[in-house]
């Protein structure tokens, strides 16, 4: 079935440096959301992207619809100890309106 | 404030016992949904519900019900059935059936242990 590859599963990094994560797939999407989720809550919409080549940023956060409708990525600069969390792309196929997928998720901790 | 309220946050359950986990919202939100999480893994979906007294099997329903007798509400019991039902449990709503045109919002999860 349909899936998407989130990369890296996880990451290291130290206070104040950028960080970059991606979403892929081998199905064409019509819609990408990025959610970030703390440890033991619920996710949070970070970005929405609805059309290919789309940049939309949302304050040290940059995301970017790939043009192939098969990716997404997400920029962090200047990452701050509470970046730290879940990172989750999620998809909505052109096939199915209401049919949504997620991404296993990138796991970012940010060392002071 | 609105938003949605899941309760318990955390439940232990013995096996071969039924449990029902709470999913309640004041957003007036038509759509309303129920994920399991993983280590690991990303959101797989378990059952949603369009509108009251509706609700379709999602990716991974097998041992799991639900009912939609509210809009507000939509609880979801965990049966006997489900073979490994230890998992952290998200409840989510949207505007109307279209969740990614006006995004989903979270509950803040039930994590559920079988001891």
């Known amino acids: 079935g349909q899936q998407l590859n989130q990369s890296p599963q996880s990451m290291f990094i130290q206070e104040g440096e950028d960080v970059s994560m991606n979403c892929t797939s081998s199905?064409?999407?019509?819609?990408w959301l990025w959610y970030k989720q703390d440890p033991g809550e619920g996710p949070v919409l970070l970005i929405a992207?609805?059309?290919?080549?789309e940049l939309t940023s949302n304050g040290r956060l940059t995301a970017q619809f790939g043009i192939t409708r098969k990716d997404s990525f997400l920029n962090i600069s200047a990452s701050i100890p509470s970046d730290v969390g879940i990172y989750f792309c999620?998809?909505?196929?052109?096939?199915?309106?209401?049919?949504?997928?997620f991404g296993p998720g990138t796991s970012l901790s940010v060392i002071p | 404030d609105g938003g949605i309220t899941q309760s318990p946050k955390y439940l232990f359950r013995k096996e071969g016992q039924n449990v029902t986990l709470s999913c309640e919202q004041n957003?007036?939100?038509?759509?309303m949904y129920w994920y399991r999480q993983d280590p690991g893994q990303g959101l797989r979906l378990i059952y949603y519900?369009?509108?009251?007294?509706?609700?379709q099997k999602g990716d991974i329903a097998e041992g799991y019900s639900v009912s939609r007798e509210k809009k507000e509400s939509f609880p979801l019991t965990v049966t006997s059935a489900q073979k490994n039902p230890t998992a952290f449990y998200l409840c989510?709503?949207?505007?109307?059936?279209?969740?990614?045109?006006?995004?989903?919002?979270f509950g803040s999860g039930t994590r559920l242990t079988v001891v």
């Open positions: 992207l609805y059309k290919a080549g």
């Open positions: 989510a709503s949207s505007l109307d059936s279209r969740p990614l045109n006006y995004g989903y919002t």
């Open positions: 199905s064409i999407f019509n819609t």
């Open positions: 957003l007036n939100h038509d759509a």
């Open positions: 519900s369009q509108i009251v007294n509706d609700f």
């Open positions: 999620a998809g909505q196929l052109t096939t199915s309106y209401d049919k949504v997928i």
